[in-house]
């Protein structure tokens, strides 16, 4: 079978020990990230009508 260089960059990374680290550490890289868009998602509403009332409260 004939790989590109890339494909063997590729299959020689997922064999090594590093490629498990990394992947484990991008893993929790991305639970990270999701838990906090859910939390700006959930508060985003609250932000954005605590600014309201104090434009207005300046008006």
């Known amino acids: ?8 960059l590729f299959h020689r990374f997922m064999r ?3 490629a498990a ?3 484990e550490y991008a893993l929790i890289a ?3 990230a999701a838990v906090l ?3 700006i998602a ?6 954005a009508a605590m600014w309201t009332a104090i434009k207005t409260a300046f008006n």
Do not use: E, F, Q
């Open 30 to 32: 991305a639970g990270i």
């Open 21 to 23: 680290t990394s992947i």
């Open 42 to 47: 959930s508060l985003g509403g609250n932000v």
């Open 37 to 39: 868009v859910g939390v």
């Open 1 to 8: 079978m004939n790989r590109t260089p890339s494909t063997r």
């Open 16 to 18: 090594s020990a590093k």
